[in-house]
C-alpha cells in the first residue's frame, strides 16, 4: 500500500508522464480503458505511449528447417513465476494429447544471480519430467534478438502465459509482426495489445491452444496487419516527438 501511494504521489505531481500500457494508468487513477488512447496524451501531462516493434526487421521469414519439423510452440520468457512458464508447461502437456507430434521451445532462461528465479528453473525441469515430456519441451536459453524473425517464423504459435507485471510484451509484437499469432493471458498490459486472450490458468491456456491451432493462419495474418498499422516504430517516434515538444 505505501509502494503504492508513493507511485500516486509522484504522478500527480509528475509535469510529463509516459507509460507503455493502460494499466498503470488505471492503477494511478484515470478512467482509461485498454487501448484508448494510444500515442496520446489521455490526460494534461499523461500519455499512453506502447512498446512497438521494427516491423521490417521482425516479419514472416522461411524459418529453421530443423526447428519447423519439431512443430514448435514458442514460449519466449523469462524464467520467473510472473512469467507463468510452468502454466504453459502444464497446458501444453493436455493440449499434446491431441497433438503428439507437437513440441514447446521455451526461449529464455533463468535471470543470473536472482535465487527465486533460478529455483524457478529447477522446478520447470523436475515438472517436465514429472510430465513425461523430456523428449517435446525444450530449453533453448536466451537468444540474440537478431535471431528471433526465424524462431517466431518456424512456430505454429507463441504463448505469453504472464501471471503478472508485464507491459505491452515486446516478444507477443515481435511474433505477430512475424505472422505467428499469440496467445496471452489477460494481464495487465497485455490486454492493449491484439493478442488472443485467456485467464492466466492452466485450462484457458489449452483451451486457447486448441482454438487458435485450428485457425492460426487467418488469426497470424490479422494479428501482423494490427501490429503492423499500430504498433510500428514510426507511430511510436511520432508520439514521443510529441511528448518532447509538449515540455517546451
Excluded at 4 to 16: D, V
Excluded at 219 to 247: D, H, I, P, T
Amino acid at each position: 500500500m505505501a509502494r503504492k501511494f508513493l507511485a500516486r504521489f509522484a504522478f500527480q505531481r509528475a509535469t510529463q508522464f509516459v507509460a507503455n500500457d493502460t494499466f498503470v494508468l488505471r492503477e494511478m487513477g484515470l478512467d482509461v480503458s485498454p487501448r484508448q488512447g494510444m500515442f496520446q496524451e489521455v490526460s494534461p501531462g499523461k500519455w499512453f505511449v506502447p512498446n512497438c516493434v521494427d516491423v521490417g526487421l521482425f516479419a514472416p521469414r522461411q524459418g529453421l528447417p530443423e526447428l519447423k519439423e519439431k512443430n514448435p510452440i514458442i514460449v519466449p520468457r523469462n524464467l520467473t513465476y510472473s512469467r507463468g512458464v510452468d502454466l504453459a508447461v502444464s497446458a501444453y502437456a493436455s493440449f499434446r494429447e491431441k497433438h503428439p507430434d507437437t513440441s514447446l521451445v521455451i526461449i529464455g532462461d533463468a535471470i543470473p544471480g536472482v535465487r527465486e528465479s533460478e529455483e524457478f528453473k529447477e522446478k520447470l525441469l523436475s515438472q517436465v519430467k514429472s510430465l513425461g515430456l523430456d523428449s517435446k519441451v525444450f530449453f533453448l536459453g536466451r537468444l540474440a534478438p537478431a535471431e528471433m524473425p526465424e524462431v517466431y517464423s518456424s512456430a505454429l504459435f507463441t504463448l505469453i502465459p504472464t501471471r503478472c507485471s508485464e507491459g505491452t510484451s515486446l516478444s507477443a509484437l515481435e511474433s505477430m509482426a512475424c505472422g505467428t499469432p499469440v496467445i496471452s493471458t489477460d494481464v495487465e498490459g497485455l490486454l492493449d495489445l491484439p493478442t488472443l486472450k485467456c485467464e492466466a490458468t492452466v485450462e484457458s491456456l489449452a483451451d486457447a491452444m486448441e482454438r487458435v491451432f485450428k485457425q492460426r493462419e487467418e488469426l497470424g495474418r490479422s494479428q501482423r496487419k494490427q501490429v503492423a498499422e499500430n504498433y510500428n516504430l514510426a507511430n511510436w517516434q511520432r508520439a514521443w516527438m510529441k511528448v518532447v515538444g509538449n515540455r517546451y
